[in-house]
C-alpha cells in the first residue's frame, strides 16, 4: 500500500468500495488467515510512550506471529466522549492469525498498554480483560450513570459488553476456544460474500462487527 500510493494527492474523488473495503482489492483475502481465523488487536499510547509501538512490534514478531496486515497512524486530540477512542498519540492495528498463545502474550501487551495510559478499541476487542476496561477508560462510571438513567433494566447489552463489564459483571471473558475461531472465520466469510455480492448486483448492503456494544 506505501508504494501504491503517491508521493501527492489532493482532492481526489473515489468510489465507496475503495475507500472502505481496499482489502476486497485482494480475491479472498479472508482465507490468507486460515480456518482458526484472526483477531484484530488495535491500541493507542500517549506520544511519551511511543516506543511502546516498536516493543510491541517486537515482542509479537519474537513470538513468531505473521502479520498480513498492519496499520501505524498518528492521532491528534480526542474528544469528550466517555468512551471516546482517540487520544494523541500513536495507534496501531495489526491483525494476527489465531494461534496457541495468544491470550498469554497480549494480555502482557494489554496490561503496558493501561499503564502507559493508553487503551485498546473496543469496537475491535474480542479478549481483553474486563479488569483494565476502567484504567483504560476513566469516564466508564460517568458512561455508567447515563446509562443507567437512559436504560435503567439494562434491556441493551451485548456479549461485548457483558464481557467487557460495561454490564453485568464483566466476568465472562473467554479463551479462545473452537466456538471463538469458527465464529470469527464465519464472520469474515459473510462479510467478503456480502461485499462481493453488492459490488455485482448494485445492491446496498450493511455489515456490522458481531458483538458492537453500547458506546462506540
Known sequence: WFRKSPVRRRDALMGI????HPLDMVSDWNRVYG??????????VPDEASDFVRYSLEQISGAGLPSFL?????????????LSFPI?????????????????????????????GGRLYLAKDSRMDPALLALMYPRLEEWREIRDKADPQHRFRSDLGRRDGRVGDGQQRAAFGPAQHALGHLVGVVQHGARQAARHQGAV???GAVGEGLGH
Request: hydrophobic share 45%; net charge negative; proline share 3%.
Open 17 to 20: 468500495e475503495h475507500f472502505f
Open 35 to 44: 480456518r482458526r481465523g484472526f483477531i484484530q488487536w488495535q491500541y493507542v
Open 70 to 82: 498492519s496499520v501505524l497512524k498518528r492521532m491528534g486530540p480526542g474528544n469528550a466522549g466517555h
Open 88 to 116: 494523541a498519540g500513536w495507534t496501531l492495528t495489526i491483525d494476527i492469525p489465531v494461534t496457541a498463545g495468544l491470550d498469554e502474550l497480549f494480555d502482557d501487551l494489554d496490561r503496558r498498554v493501561a499503564d502507559l
Open 205 to 207: 448492503v450493511v455489515v
